[in-house]
């Protein structure tokens, strides 16, 4: 972009020059001088992006939301961690108990079906997309799967890693926020063996390194920043297994910029792999963000982040990724329900043990 800087000539004779100045305008114009400026076009915008681990709803904390017959709220229960889910600017949640509702009947472990007011408030404290691909998504059949998209769709929350059919699965996640664009793709190991029924195939995305490396570079060069979440691993372990670090390795080289991961239960290490010019950062577990699960560090979870910082130069732009880092989350169990609080905020002690100093140092980027 140009700017016209106009620069006048001076006149000695006052009365000509007011006479000009209203009956002549023209020929001032015409004795301009016309300087030609270049604009800095050069913009950088920064951009938080953010996931929350399991929300896996045991009986023993949607009992504690029932606020009278068939309604639920889950806000008191969440809200003590509002400002961390309030932070990023884009925020995703892996929704690991499929939200049917009460119509289909609730259940909990080992086949779940949630109460749908999970996902509304979830949306209300931050949250602006969900992930279905977990072994738990057909736990309750199609019927809860759709009706699980058809609230997605009727609160406008998108959604990723479960569809309705082929068409829903081939319409790209993408999602702009603050011009930079994000694209994002979501698969799970397995569905604990139920079968995806015939003619749903595209029902639920299963990790298949070719279909995943196919659909990462059909979705690459819409994007800015390349996104997949990835349900894998070994439950409770709390480092990433050989074959997270090979999937992780596989992504990376089909140019994969963040890999959120779900599943152990667990957090696991953040870290950063590099190779020539491409840049891929690892959360390989997010851990529990809400759940029932009494198990050592099952309880702890963590709001991740990732800085994205876009620099535009004229038709040009490049991308950057900084300051991955996890805070930390406990779930405590008190008398009237399990709570979500920051770790740094907790009143009592995780169920190992272990210190908001430990789970810090052990997600610390490797």
């Known amino acids: 972009m140009s700017i016209l800087l106009m620069i006048g000539c001076q006149h000695t004779d006052e009365t000509k020059e007011d006479n000009r100045i209203i009956e002549d305008f023209s020929e001032v114009v015409e ?3 016309y300087i030609e400026v270049k604009e800095d076009t050069k ?7 953010g996931a929350i681990g399991d929300v896996l709803l045991h009986k023993r904390l949607y009992q504690h939301a029932e606020v009278d017959n068939g309604r639920y709220d889950f806000i008191p229960m969440l809200q003590g961690v509002e400002d961390l889910l309030q932070s990023p600017d884009f925020l995703m949640a892996n929704i690991e108990s499929i939200p049917g509702g009460v119509d289909i009947g609730l259940s909990t472990y080992p086949t779940f079906n949630s109460p749908q007011e999970i996902v509304t408030d979830l ?3 931050g949250v602006d997309m969900v992930i279905g691909a977990n072994n738990h998504t057909l736990d309750k059949g199609i019927k809860a799967i759709d009706s699980a ?3 997605y769709d009727d609160v406008k929350m998108p959604y990723v890693g479960m569809y309705r059919d082929t068409e829903d699965r081939n319409n790209a996640r993408i999602v702009t926020v603050e011009d930079v664009s994000l694209g994002v793709l979501a698969y799970t190991y397995g569905t604990n063996g139920i079968p995806i029924p015939q003619g749903h195939e595209d029902v639920v995305a299963l990790i298949d390194p070719i279909r995943i490396v196919d659909d990462v ?3 690459r060069d819409q994007v800015d920043i390349v996104i997949v979440h990835m349900h894998w691993g070994s439950e409770y372990e709390r480092k990433p297994n050989q074959t997270q670090r090979d999937l992780a390795q596989i992504l990376s080289a089909a140019g994969v910029d963040i890999i959120f991961g779900h599943h152990p239960h667990v957090l696991q290490p953040i870290e950063r792999l590099k190779d020539n010019d491409q840049e891929t950062i690892v959360f390989f577990s997010l851990g529990n963000f809400y759940s029932g699960q009494n198990f050592d560090y099952t309880d702890i979870g963590g ?9 535009i130069e004229g038709d ?3 991308v950057s990724l900084h300051s991955p880092q996890i805070e930390p989350t406990l779930v405590l169990h008190k008398k ?3 709570f979500v609080v920051p770790m740094s905020e907790a009143d009592s002690p995780s169920i190992s043990g272990a210190t908001l100093e430990d789970i810090v140092e052990h997600t610390q980027v490797e």
């Open 149 to 151: 998209i058809y609230l």
């Open 303 to 311: 709001v991740a982040t990732v800085e994205v910082t876009k620099v």
């Open 123 to 125: 949306q209300s404290l």
């Open 316 to 318: 040009k732009s490049s």
């Open 336 to 338: 009237n329900g399990f």
């Open 217 to 219: 570079q059909k979705l």
């Open 31 to 33: 004795e301009k001088d």
């Open 43 to 49: 913009k950088e915008i920064t951009v938080t992006v």
